[in-house]
DNA sequence: CGGAATCCCTCCCGATACTG
DNA sequence: CAGTATCGGGAGGGATTCCG
């Protein structure tokens, strides 16, 4: 079985390295990649990009709820970790086409099985959050 | 195929609902869990109390670099999601046990198939990383 | 059109100290 | 032993503006 955990006294924090800095060797390869697909809009991105090649713009009509801004963070992200591909046409105005490489359609599937428990088990963590009392937690609510 | 966007306009923020107001409805069931369990702790937590049910001081040592407070909060967060339960002993010393709930080990298959992708491909990610030029983006960085 | 720069604000999370 | 309270830094992310 694969670590999830940090080696040994390093810490897992997964400080992005400054500009001249790469990042080079992760600690723990999970915690290194769900770092990058545990945010916000990836797994979206990912997604929204299958099966076909889109444009930028395309991309952010399909999300619908994304910032110009965290959509280029997000794809910047990707292109970086070798998820996807950046295609830039000189032309006016401008086109830029991403898509996805073989190791980006390699996540799919894997992501596709967790995004399918996340699916089938959802209602049960719902109703568990519902079910949650505090319990015997004996402390007052501060205030 | 499950759905990851947000469903129409409501946005996929999953704000913690205050105290008095439980959260409801997600709007997308992968961003619901993705936000639970793609924190810095919660695979690890969960793995760790794989097989058998662990103290509270046994994980601290076993992870090793998680502090008490955020031991505690993911603890609690898995327990309202219903992945663990938590069992306490009127001893003295206080004894309280965590254990994976059928949800939580029905989890960990995914997990796994998530971490064992991470895995294999963990190398390629850093190898793209470092081959990642800023490309032809044509400004000058600003200083 | 496809971004980058800036502002700002909210969580996340670590460190520490205190409690039953 | 098993937590909670509190403080504080820093990353994540939204909104807007500017630039090729």
Redesign the interface.
């Known amino acids: 079985?694969?670590k999830?955990?940090?080696s040994?006294?390093s810490?897992?924090s997964v400080h992005s390295a400054s500009a001249n800095e790469?990042?080079?060797?992760?600690p723990c390869?999970?915690?290194?990649?769900?770092n990058?697909i545990?945010?916000?809009w990836s797994?979206?991105v990912l997604?929204?990009l299958y099966p076909e090649k889109k444009r930028f713009n395309e991309l952010m009509r399909e999300?619908?709820?994304i910032s110009k801004q965290m959509l280029s963070r997000t794809l910047k992200k990707l292109?970086?970790?070798?998820f996807i591909t950046?295609e830039?046409y000189p032309e006016i105005p401008p086109r830029v086409e991403y898509e996805l490489t073989p190791?980006g359609h390699?996540?799919l599937?894997?992501?596709?099985?967790?995004?399918?428990?996340?699916?089938d088990?959802?209602r049960?963590?719902?109703?568990?959050?519902?079910r949650?009392q505090p319990?015997?937690r004996q402390w007052q609510?501060p205030k």
């Open positions: 079985m694969p999830i955990s940090s040994k006294t810490p897992l790469p990042p080079f060797e992760q390869p999970i915690r290194d990649v769900l990058r545990g945010d916000q797994l979206l997604e929204t999300i619908g709820d292109e970086q970790d070798g950046r830039v190791l390699s996540f599937k894997p992501m596709r099985t967790l995004v399918g428990w996340a699916d088990h959802h049960d963590i719902v109703n568990a959050r519902q949650y319990a015997e609510q």
